[in-house]
C-alpha cells in the first residue's frame, strides 16, 4: 500500500507532462535560441530561478556540510552503494535498448559489488574491467527514435525535456528503492542520496558561478548537448543546416568579382 502511495506521487509529474506538451505545440513550431528546443522559456526561466533560490538557501548549504564533515571514505561508498543500485536499471534499459554486452557487464557489476564489495559500499567491478554505464529510460525512448520534446525546467528537480520527464517517471516508478516499505525509511534514503548528488555537483556550480555566463542558457545547452550524446553513445547526429540558397543579386555580385580578378 504504502508503494502504491509513492507511485500515486508520480501523477503530478506525468500530468505536468501532457500540459507541458500541450502548451509547447501551440507556442512554437521549431526549435530557437540557435537551435536549442526551447519554447517555453518563460516558464523555464522562472522556474530556474525559483530551484536556484531553493537551492542557495537549503540544498547547497546542506551539500556542503556533509561534504565538509563526513569522512572521504563514507562519502564514497554512500555513491557506490547508489551507484549499484542503479546499474540493476541501467541493466534492463541497455536489455530494452538491445545492447546485450553493456547489460551482461552491468549484471557482472551488480554481482560482484553486492557480495565483495559489501552490498556495493565498494566499487571493485570497475577495476576489474567492468565500466560504469549510463542508461535511463529517457535514453531508452530516444534509442528508439522518441523526440525529445521541448526543453522544461522541473520544479525541484531541474533540467528535463518532455522526453525525459516521462522517463523519470519509469525510472523513479522502477528504481530498487521502490522495494523499501517503510515510507520513512525510504525517504531518508531519497533525501540522502539527493545530498550525496548535490555534494559531488558544488564544483560545478562554482564554476559556472565563476564563468560569467547566463547561468539558465548554459546550464540547458550543456543538459541537452549531454543528453543528446548519451542518446547516441557519444556520437550524435550533426544538426542539418539550412541550405543557403543565394539570391539574384547575390549571383550578379558573384558576376562582377569574376570580372574585377580576371
Known sequence: MMKNNRSRALLPVALLAATLLISGCASTNGPTDEGQNDPLESYNRVMYQFNDAVDRSIARPVAQAYKDNVPQPAQTGVS?????????????????????RDASSDFSRVIWNSTVGL????????????????EDFG???GRWGVGEGPYIVLPLLGPSTLRDTGGRVADWHYEPLQEIEDDEVYWSVVVLRAIDNRADLLGASR????????????????????RRSLVHDGNPPRPERERYEPSDEDRELERELERELQ
Open 80 to 100: 557506490n552503494f547508489f551507484s549499484n543500485l542503479d546499474d540493476v536499471w541501467v541493466m534492463v534499459n541497455n536489455v530494452l535498448q538491445f545492447k546485450f
Open 119 to 134: 552490498f556495493g559500499l565498494i566499487d571493485v567491478a570497475t577495476p576489474m574491467g567492468l565500466p560504469k554505464h549510463n
Open 139 to 141: 535514453q531508452t525512448l
Open 207 to 226: 564554476m559556472l558561478e565563476e564563468s560569467g555566463a547566463d547561468p539558465y542558457t548554459f546550464m540547458r545547452d550543456a543538459y541537452l548537448q549531454r
